[in-house]
């Protein structure tokens, strides 16, 4: 690359890992770094420190440098609440969207029909760490919070505004649960049906199109996509019926669709994108990395060893199966059971390490294809997140889905933000080079019908996990 070409920064303020990546011209990464950020967990509870996060900002920034860059764009985390001041300064943590506090009410929304309501008129299936529930439990639970609050903002909104002085939102975050994705503005009965109707002062503004900002160093900054519409961007994922799995804390499925269908069992939700009339079919599932994490300490063993042990021990673990809803918040999508958790069963005296870490890699692979055809996915499907770093788990992943996948690498969500500040900015970006695929993994036919069969005991064993958890 010469002197003379211009190069792109994408910020992706993550759950767990705050990250900026410089992007040539042609979408070839130059330079990422990176800072871990905590999470306090206790008692169902998960909460973010707000300073810690926005100063991971600066770091990443400050280490990569601006010098040079045409522009910037800012993705980050969605859901729940990060309530601030006048000045946009944290008024308490940050509560994640991880959070499980707001169970109970999200389980009386079920039972009343306030849930299916907010559902049909918003395309959105509420779930505890969202900010709907958040903030009803908030109002009930510590009022002085949102008395002492100026706004109620979406992770990557607070950075923005502490970064530019500029407060507000986009479509695709405001999407949940707040937003009618038709007029693309909040919909007030929707608020006062959650009872927030005095506190709808703290949502922050729509901007349709994204906010744009200057960093203190003159920087040209857009705000948005969040996360998961990022990340499909980044990965190509514009044409309706295409998919994309992102395999990370949170096993997320989005598929492209130019059609709003609020019809069907509520769940998951329909993110508005920056093109009206374009939607993704979103199913951010809670089972993800997280449970593989989980086993993984539990057992002992090392994220190197994966690849190994899986290649060591037969489709079916052996007779050990998962059904890997480990999140203390219950399930989301496809479904929402807010009491669900994990069960694994088959295990006995024989049974290994490799056989547990199978079947959870397995159990997540069928809540992938869950979530993938609630969704609607009929094209090409790109897998993307932490988990594709396993070879061995991603030819699993081909076969439990029994379809090709297109394995899209690096900083995804860091490229879509970039993608999405040049199509603000008027940058003439060729997107198709910028979202190719680094390699694609097709399924065996014979692992294929065998898991074919599988998923369907799955279905059958999760039917009775949700009639266990509600009753």
């Known amino acids: 690359m010469t002197g003379t070409e211009p190069r792109y920064i994408g910020v992706d303020v993550g759950t767990s890992v705050v990250k900026a990546a410089a992007f040539g011209p042609r979408g070839r990464t130059l330079a990422v770094e990176s800072r871990p950020v905590g999470l306090a967990i206790h008692d169902g509870c998960v909460e973010q420190d707000m300073d810690e996060v926005y100063g991971a900002v600066g770091e990443v920034l400050a280490a990569l440098g601006t010098d040079g860059a045409a522009f910037a764009g800012l993705t980050g985390q969605g859901d729940g609440v990060w309530l601030v001041d006048a000045a946009g300064l944290p008024v308490r943590k940050a509560i994640s969207w991880m959070d499980g506090r707001a169970r109970e009410l999200v389980g009386a929304w079920l039972a009343d029909g306030v ?3 907010v559902y049909r008129r918003t395309g959105s299936a509420m779930f505890p760490g969202c900010p709907g529930p958040v903030l009803a439990w908030l109002d009930r639970h510590e009022p002085a919070s949102l008395d002492a609050a100026k706004a109620a903002l979406y992770c990557k909104d607070m950075v923005f505004q502490r970064l ?5 939102t986009d479509v695709s975050d405001a999407s949940m649960p707040f937003l009618d994705p038709l007029t693309r503005a909040y919909a007030p009965d929707v608020v006062a049906a959650l009872g927030l109707a005095h506190r709808a002062p703290l949502l922050a ?3 349709d199109p994204v906010a744009t900002g200057t960093l203190p160093s003159g920087l040209r900054i857009s705000n948005g996509p969040y996360d998961l519409p990022a990340c499909a961007l980044g990965a190509g994922v514009t044409r309706p019926g295409d998919g994309l799995l992102i395999v990370g804390t949170c096993l997320a499925a989005l598929v492209a669709t130019g059609r709003l269908d609020l019809a069907g069992e509520p769940a998951g939700l329909h993110i508005s994108t920056d093109l009206p009339g374009h939607w993704l079919r979103a199913m951010p599932a809670m089972v993800g990395t997280a449970a593989l994490d989980w086993v993984l300490t539990t057992t002992g063993v090392r994220h190197a060893e994966v690849d190994a042990l899986l290649a060591a021990t037969p489709p079916g673990a052996n007779g050990v199966r998962a059904l890997p809803y480990f999140a203390p918040s219950g399930e989301r999508a496809p479904f929402v059971e807010p009491r669900l958790r994990a069960e694994l069963t088959g295990v006995s005296l024989e049974t290994t390490a490799a056989d547990l870490i199978r079947a959870v890699c397995e159990g997540i692979g069928f809540a992938a ?5 609630a969704a609607g996915l009929t094209g090409t499907l790109a897998l993307c997140g932490g988990g594709t770093r396993s070879p061995a788990w991603m030819r699993l992943f081909a076969d439990v889905l ?6 899209v690498e690096g900083e995804v969500g860091a490229r879509g933000a970039v993608l999405a500040a040049a199509r603000r900015f ?12 680094a390699r694609i993994v097709a399924p065996d036919p014979a692992r294929a019908a065998y898991y074919a069969k599988a998923y369907e005991d799955h279905l059958s064993r999760l039917t009775e996990a949700r009639a266990h958890a509600r009753a």
Do not use: Y
């Open 164 to 168: 530019t002085g500029v407060r507000a």
């Open 402 to 407: 029994g379809r090709p996948v297109r394995i």
């Open 426 to 437: 008027g940058a003439e970006l060729d997107e198709a080079a910028w979202t190719a695929p």
């Open 115 to 117: 849930f299916e309501t």
């Open 205 to 207: 503004p729509v901007s």
């Open 369 to 373: 294809r869950h979530c993938l055809e």
